[in-house]
């Protein structure tokens, strides 16, 4: 009977992971647009996209710095800027780094695209 039980468990977690597999599909899809149009709102220069594709939640900003020559001072405006918009998330225990919670890739934003969309916005 124990097996069975263990067979009805294992069917109904895999139930779940599926079910939550599907919410997750459906939120970012709903929330597509939003989240594209704040990504592009916030990164709106060169820099801050480089400073952003190196917001991993392992680097601090002395090492962001050396990396892009971006000062760690302006890199942590960024980074309480973006939490702000809800871009970035603080990671526990790392003395104040944040971590990208979006991969630029996924909603088609590149360096090039960005500039198009400033320039577009100040022809307006």
């Not at 124990?2 to 939550?20: H, K």
């Not at 480089?50 to 917001?55: D, G, N, Q, S």
């Not at 979006?102 to 198009?116: K, N, Q, R, V, W």
Request: charged share 30%.
């Amino acid at each position: 009977m124990s097996e069975e039980r263990s067979n009805d468990e294992e069917a109904w977690r895999r139930q779940v992971v599926e079910l939550l597999k599907e919410l997750v599909n459906w939120t970012r899809a709903s929330g597509y647009t939003n989240i594209r149009a704040t990504l592009v709102a916030n990164l709106d220069t060169e820099e801050k996209v480089r400073v952003y594709r190196l917001t991993d939640g392992e680097k601090s900003t002395r090492q962001i710095q050396a990396a892009t020559g971006v000062d760690k001072n302006q890199v942590s405006q960024y980074w309480r800027a973006w939490e702000r918009a809800g871009i970035v998330v603080t990671v526990p225990g790392t003395r104040g780094r944040r971590r990208a919670l979006f991969s630029l890739e996924d909603f088609g934003i590149d360096t090039a695209s960005l500039s198009i969309v400033a320039e577009a916005g100040e022809e307006e």
